[in-house]
């Protein structure tokens, strides 16, 4: 360094100098360079993807609780009590969401807070579905309670008494009741027997309607609290948005009893590999197969895990050097043993009738229904042939377990999962089949241990011509057309109810043999109650045409104008579905402006309503020539009565007047007070086509007229 004159020597050491938490760069002062100032940065946080993961899981589940909480509070003005729900599931979530990152761990008091708070919220909003559509949304709910309450108050055997009292007796819509490929209802009690011993100690308790629906929720409440507290700490979290899914609440509250059985399949589910395993020091060594067996009294769907389960301890047990067979003989006679203690009773006093009913929903040719592949076949008008579907079931399930048995080191885990997959072939392919058993599903999967069994080679021969002869069937069930083919002819509408009441149908038979068919219609995806006709049941020849008019049986069967529907024709011998085109919904529809008028309007003044055409999406259509109706009436509190306005200076209380759209696609409506009347006038224009019934009903236009 030369002093006296400011020159600045750079000194660097020999390395960089480090410490555990923090990196340290040395640089010389310019103005003094005997002095060096270190510049300190920090190092960012570390964390292991383990718990950061957690962290965000946590993070969030609280997230979705704030959605459910505002959510919720949208029922505030129908219940005193929801806006304080809402308001602390809110804050807890928004604390929690603070508590999580300044403590960089998630405390299971926290964890617990959380549930608490989406327990409230199950509660809540169920409720407030309830409140909305009191009514059951399935006969099985109602069939069940009803089993219930003949048991409990009357003694009665249920698998000998009919079920149809229950569906007036809890408001069961027509369109929510069981049909027959013949068109006949399902009357009787469909599942094991604790499917409806479940719901003995709420009516037992005092509570009859909606007893079913409290039960179900409670038991959707307990599965969220099991599947937290068996599930690996790392993915408890998932636990909350799953419970506090609108779509799950949905089902619960509206009639899907899965519910009942799921915390017993959780169990089960849980540690399944360690039943008689001498080190487990759980009661996963014992508890498996008497859960699986409470859980197959309550629905058919669990009775599918059951062989999966029994193979896989038949391995475990060959794997630790225990006998697989005794293994194996031991865990499914506990199994039926939990079974029979529930069926046994009822089974004694009358074993046709119970095997009839627990058989129902495997015999009794049900209609086709659901989310899955029949889908092609209902909507997009593919194959109609529906015993390919039956098979296509049954081989599925072949093949699931060839892929179990053949690569089971991989499979010991995924097999849970196979079963929803196998649920999405058959011609009753509810959702609710593929999603109620996943809470079960994380926990089976999660929960097991690694193996070393790689599997039997024979089982994948199996796989492979299963696989092969399902493929076949599902080809067939969307390639081999039915007997017979639909065509609409015709309809006839409610008017401005905007529904259909009477379809002529043309039906031609194409086969050799006689056919006698029953027709439903499909709108938004569910099918309604059976339309009849005069001439019911019409049998159509072979190599015959035939025009069938149809009536529809209630005002929930008749579909809307403005949605689209199918015409659907069944026969059960052979189980067939035949489809007519879909019915689209009209590409124009009127708009009515201005669309709302604010202020009385004095008689003898003149308003103008103008009508313009529009698309589906609201765009507006430049289209001349098309004759639009303008109607007027009054909706009274004592019943309907005429308007008695005038339209275009029409004769005092004409309805409807029509005019033509010109070349925009307008018309221009004047309207005037002729009298006051103590309620509004309500106008409604709609479209009135060459041939056909009108479609495209326009918003409503309410105006008070004052003297």
């Given at each position: 360094?030369?002093?006296?004159?400011?020159?600045?020597?750079?000194?660097?050491?020999?390395?960089?100098?480090?410490?555990?938490?923090?990196?340290?760069?040395?640089?010389?002062?310019?103005?003094?360079?005997?002095?060096?100032?270190?510049?300190?940065?920090?190092?960012?946080?570390?964390?292991?993807?383990?718990?950061?993961?957690?962290?965000?899981?946590?993070?969030?589940?609280?997230?979705?609780?704030?959605?459910?909480?505002?959510?919720?509070?949208?029922?505030?003005?129908?219940?005193?009590?929801?806006?304080?729900?809402?308001?602390?599931?809110?804050?807890?979530?928004?604390?929690?969401?603070?508590?999580?990152?300044?403590?960089?761990?998630?405390?299971?008091?926290?964890?617990?807070?959380?549930?608490?708070?989406?327990?409230?919220?199950?509660?809540?909003?169920?409720?407030?579905?309830?409140?909305?559509?009191?009514?059951?949304?399935?006969?099985?709910?109602?069939?069940?309670?009803?089993?219930?309450?003949?048991?409990?108050?009357?003694?009665?055997?249920?698998?000998?008494?009919?079920?149809?009292?229950?569906?007036?007796?809890?408001?069961?819509?027509?369109?929510?009741?069981?049909?027959?490929?013949?068109?006949?209802?399902?009357?009787?009690?469909?599942?094991?027997?604790?499917?409806?011993?479940?719901?003995?100690?709420?009516?037992?308790?005092?509570?009859?309607?909606?007893?079913?629906?409290?039960?179900?929720?409670?038991?959707?409440?307990?599965?969220?609290?099991?599947?937290?507290?068996?599930?690996?700490?790392?993915?408890?979290?998932?636990?909350?948005?799953?419970?506090?899914?609108?779509?799950?609440?949905?089902?619960?509250?509206?009639?899907?009893?899965?519910?009942?059985?799921?915390?017993?399949?959780?169990?089960?589910?849980?540690?399944?590999?360690?039943?008689?395993?001498?080190?487990?020091?759980?009661?996963?060594?014992w508890i498996g197969p008497i859960m699986i067996g409470l859980a197959a009294t309550v629905k058919q769907t669990p009775w599918f895990a059951v062989p999966f389960l029994v193979v896989g301890v038949a391995i475990e047990?060959?794997?630790?050097?225990?006998?697989?067979?005794?293994?194996?003989?031991?865990?499914?006679?506990?199994?039926?043993?939990?079974?029979?203690?529930?069926?046994l009773p009822f089974l004694v006093m009358n074993p046709t009738a119970w095997v009839r009913g627990v058989l129902t929903p495997l015999e009794a040719h049900l209609i086709p229904s659901g989310q899955g592949l029949v889908?092609?076949?209902?909507?997009?008008?593919?194959?109609?042939?529906?015993?390919?579907?039956?098979?296509?079931?049954?081989?599925?399930?072949?093949?699931?377990?060839?892929?179990?048995?053949g690569w089971y080191k991989t499979a010991k885990r995924v097999w849970p999962a196979l079963l929803p997959l196998a649920f999405f072939w058959p011609n009753r392919s509810f959702a609710s089949y593929m999603l109620m058993?996943?809470?079960?599903?994380?926990?089976?999967?999660?929960?097991?241990?690694?193996?070393?069994?790689?599997?039997?080679?024979?089982?994948?021969?199996?796989?492979?011509?299963?696989?092969?002869?399902?493929?076949?069937?599902?080809?067939?069930?969307?390639?081999?057309?039915?007997?017979?083919?639909?065509?609409?002819?015709?309809?006839?509408?409610?008017?401005?109810?905007?529904?259909?009441?009477?379809?002529?149908?043309?039906?031609?038979?194409?086969?050799?043999?006689?056919?006698?068919?029953?027709?439903?219609?499909?709108?938004?995806?569910?099918?309604?109650?059976?339309?009849?006709?005069?001439?019911?049941?019409?049998?159509?020849?072979?190599?015959?045409?035939?025009?069938?008019?149809?009536?529809?049986?209630?005002?929930?069967?008749?579909?809307?104008?403005?949605?689209?529907?199918?015409?659907?024709?069944?026969?059960?011998?052979?189980?067939?579905?035949?489809?007519?085109?879909?019915?689209?919904?009209?590409?124009?529809?009127?708009?009515?402006?201005?669309?709302?008028?604010?202020?009385?309007?004095?008689?003898?003044?003149?308003?103008?309503?103008?009508?313009?055409?529009?698309?589906?999406?609201?765009?507006?259509?430049?289209?001349?020539?098309?004759?639009?109706?303008?109607?007027?009436?009054?909706?009274?509190?004592?019943?309907?009565?005429?308007?008695?306005?005038?339209?275009?200076?029409?004769?005092?209380?004409?309805?409807?007047?029509?005019?033509?759209?010109?070349?925009?696609?307008?018309?221009?409506?004047?309207?005037?007070?002729?009298?006051?009347?103590?309620?509004?006038?309500?106008?409604?224009?709609?479209?009135?086509?060459?041939?056909?019934?009108?479609?495209?009903?326009?918003?409503?236009?309410?105006?008070?007229?004052?003297?």
């Open positions: 360094m030369d002093g006296g004159h400011g020159t600045t020597v750079l000194l660097t050491p020999p390395r960089p100098v480090t410490t555990a938490r923090q990196d340290i760069h040395w640089h010389v002062d310019e103005q003094v360079a005997t002095t060096f100032k270190p510049t300190v940065i920090p190092r960012p946080y570390r964390q292991d993807t383990d718990s950061l993961g957690v962290l965000v899981g946590w993070s969030a589940a609280a997230a979705w609780l704030l959605l459910v909480g505002i959510e919720t509070w949208t029922g505030s003005v129908l219940v005193a009590w929801i806006l304080p729900i809402s308001l602390v599931a809110e804050l807890t979530a928004l604390g929690a969401l603070v508590l999580i990152w300044s403590r960089r761990a998630v405390p299971q008091w926290l964890q617990v807070t959380l549930l608490v708070c989406a327990a409230l919220t199950i509660l809540s909003r169920c409720y407030l579905l309830v409140l909305g559509k009191p009514s059951y949304g399935t006969d099985e709910i109602a069939f069940d309670q009803y089993a219930a309450q003949l048991l409990l108050f009357h003694g009665l055997n249920p698998y000998t008494h009919t079920m149809a009292p229950a569906l007036n007796m809890f408001q069961v819509p027509d369109i929510y009741h069981t049909y027959t490929l013949s068109g006949q209802e399902v009357s009787r009690v469909s599942y094991p027997a604790g499917s409806f011993l479940a719901y003995v100690p709420a009516l037992w308790a005092g509570l009859r309607m909606q007893a079913a629906v409290v039960v179900d929720v409670l038991a959707w409440v307990v599965t969220m609290f099991l599947g937290w507290r068996l599930l690996p700490s790392q993915v408890r979290w998932v636990v909350i948005p799953i419970a506090t899914e609108f779509l799950y609440l949905g089902y619960i509250a509206g009639g899907v009893s899965d519910s009942i059985y799921l915390p017993f399949l959780i169990v089960a589910y849980w540690r399944w590999d360690r039943f008689g395993d001498p080190t487990e020091k759980s009661v996963a060594r047990a060959h794997q630790r050097g225990q006998s697989w067979f005794r293994m194996a003989a031991r865990y499914l006679a506990l199994a039926l043993a939990a079974f029979a203690v529930v069926n889908g092609l076949t209902m909507f997009e008008h593919l194959g109609g042939q529906l015993r390919f579907y039956t098979y296509a079931s049954v081989l599925v399930v072949v093949v699931a377990l060839g892929v179990y048995l058993m996943v809470p079960a599903i994380l926990v089976g999967t999660t929960t097991v241990r690694e193996t070393t069994a790689q599997g039997w080679r024979m089982a994948r021969l199996v796989f492979a011509g299963g696989l092969a002869a399902t493929a076949a069937c599902l080809v067939a069930a969307l390639t081999l057309k039915p007997s017979l083919s639909l065509q609409v002819v015709g309809e006839r509408s409610t008017g401005q109810l905007e529904s259909i009441d009477h379809l002529a149908v043309r039906v031609t038979n194409h086969s050799g043999s006689p056919v006698t068919p029953h027709f439903t219609i499909t709108p938004a995806g569910q099918q309604t109650s059976f339309w009849y006709s005069n001439h019911s049941p019409l049998t159509i020849r072979p190599h015959a045409t035939a025009v069938e008019n149809l009536e529809a049986p209630n005002t929930e069967s008749m579909p809307g104008m403005n949605g689209g529907f199918i015409v659907d024709a069944f026969s059960d011998n052979p189980a067939q579905i035949a489809t007519s085109s879909t019915i689209r919904p009209p590409t124009e529809s009127a708009f009515l402006t201005p669309q709302g008028v604010d202020r009385p309007v004095r008689l003898g003044t003149s308003t103008e309503l103008t009508v313009q055409l529009v698309n589906q999406i609201g765009g507006s259509r430049a289209t001349k020539g098309v004759t639009v109706a303008l109607g007027q009436i009054v909706y009274s509190q004592d019943g309907l009565l005429p308007g008695e306005a005038s339209i275009d200076g029409q004769a005092e209380a004409q309805t409807p007047v029509l005019r033509q759209t010109d070349r925009t696609g307008k018309v221009v409506f004047t309207v005037s007070g002729v009298q006051a009347q103590q309620d509004p006038v309500f106008f409604q224009a709609w479209l009135v086509p060459s041939s056909g019934v009108p479609t495209g009903y326009s918003n409503i236009v309410s105006m008070q007229f004052s003297g």
